[in-house]
């Protein structure tokens, strides 16, 4: 357990390199001492410096990389198939050689790799090959053991090479003969692509709304091939070979031999891949005829693939399974002993399914930001069910090469329980409810608790109930709000989010860049609902959380510009809303409605079609509260100056200044015609350039007007015919209109 510690420090503090030696021998020294001695202390010390100094030796991204991205070399073998994202098409690849500035990098071998720009989907580079070319590397500089992302401009910065892993030949070759099973019907070809993607690691044939679905109810992990599909292969060998009369041991050499094939097939991804090693860990362990204490044993394999990878530490998936685990071993029975009023099974099944949900919400809602009540009830009866669809997908697979009647029947199977599955999928997702991070003192005590509530310490059980108290007390809090009306710009890393708040009712403008931060922020906020969902334009940094929030939240309607509908990312956000039975509500100039307790009034841009994204960016006076704000998106001066010459009401008493206060915008005459009281710099914590610029903030302090830049969550709020007060900033206290005096 110290190791566990050591490589969660190590993580955040990465030792230096010089010290990997050092560690390594401090660590042999302890263990010497704690096996001479047998002193607790000595363990502790020793299995602190193993994972200190596995941390030391892991790769690392390099310190350079810091907010922006560093731009590389390398050459990779494609692992998968396109899925086409909000960024651009993605996949994953194994790097096998990284480089900057001529000097090589370290780095985990799988990668996302990302190609911006208009490729089709033929031109893109096929799994199994490889290529050279030219990109740039960004990741997290807070968690330099993390892995990277690698973005390409284009596909003219690719290179083929000759060659590539035979492996991946091989898994053509399965998708291929799976897809001829199928034949023509779509039904048994999603069964194929469903197929492909649990046994050969290839995702590009999933649809998109399968997926969706089963991620409302927590359930997704059932198509990401991890290490529950280890554990059920397993279970279907072992089955088969008790079936046949194979022995013990027998059976035990034949399943580590199916899980390691199975591990190499399925693409071998770092979930795989530990789950594999643990499960042959065992099977050796148990053939080598040690008696195992289950709780010492789990420890041992989790800290165990700690060290062998400290960076898993970061995946949630990792944490989700290593916590969980623990947490049944150590709690599912004394659990069960409490309820020996009922019967054996219906105890223990209750045991598992409480357990479980304790263990995995706080979990679950840290990373995912929603937690289903009803979900481990759903997982608990999805498994057996999973566990057809892999025999299913796995029988399928072997025989759809040779005998393509036999793969059909079997097809049809997979199709049929994925529809099943589907259907407890949507009961499991019925009960959702956002679930906002822990603030990071509670983080930390969480994690303190939870740790002991892992060990055998007397204390245990009391730490145990103190986080469950923990969690449930964190749900359901209501945030004290001050103010009947706010607008509360999110504290998403980049881009703009802009929340405007009436009584219960809530609109989001535009939602940030990256995916789960305007999900994560407004269920931060407590707001569980949305009237409306607005994007102003298509750009990455305004629409890059809408996916999320159309899958995930409920929002009452999808609003956009009307000439920018036919947009691909647009198109893409429409599909969902769909998909979703939610209303779309395409915007021009002219329009007036209400939202709720706000008068909404469109004034740019008009219907008829207009030249560049960001000067088409809508524009909207929003009254609330006897306060009127005015979005403008990312407009530019030629867009200011055009809006102003189509005699639009401008004049607002709070201005989101236009492209983020870019000098691109806010000319002297648009703010002297707005006039704001207070304008707002919607730019996110850390904007990817020098967000608002000097020459414009020095036009607003002139008008005069507050400026209000943004360090984190900014919100303003407002009692109807109230001052506007600010929070979040340094408390300034704006009088409207008459004074414009600060306190
Ligand atoms: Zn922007």
Redesign the pocket.
Known sequence: MSSTVAVVVGNLLPPAQVWRWPLVLCALAALALALARRRRLWWVAAGTCTGLAACAFAARLPLAIGEKSLPVRFTVAIRDGWVESTQGFRTRARLEQLEWRGTPLQHEREIELYIAGSAALSELPGAGTRWQGSGELSGGARMPLGSGVLRVKSLLLLRPLPGGPWLDGVRDRGVGALQRAAGVSPRLLRAAGLASALMLGRREELQEGEVTSLRRSGMAHLLAVAGLHVGLVAGFFWLVLFGLGVGPRGRRWLIAVAVFAFALLSGGNAPVRRAATATIAYLVARQLGRPLVPLPTTWAIVAGLMVLEPAAVLEPGFQLSAFVTLALVRWVGPVQKRLVALPRWLASALAVALVAQCASMPLVGQHFVAVAPLGVVANLAAMPLAFVLVAASLVALVLAGWWRLAGAALLQLVAATQWTLDGVSRLGGLGSVPFPPFVVLLAGVFGALAALALTRSRWSAAAALAAVAITAAWLVTPLPRPFPHELRALAVSD??AVLVRSGAGAVLVDAGRAPMEAWRELSRARVHRLDALVITHP?I??IGGAAVLLERARVGALMYPLVLAERREIGRLRRLARERGIPECPLAAGQLFRIGDATCEVLWPPARPTSADNNASLVMGVGVGGIRLLITG?LEASGEAALLASGAAVRSDVLQLP??GSRTSSTASFLRAVGPVLALAATGVSPRFAYPDRTVAERVRRLPSVLVSQPGTVSVGWETGGPLVLAGGEGVRVHRRQGRERE
């Open positions: 881009g703009m750009d940094d305004h990312d492209h983020h």
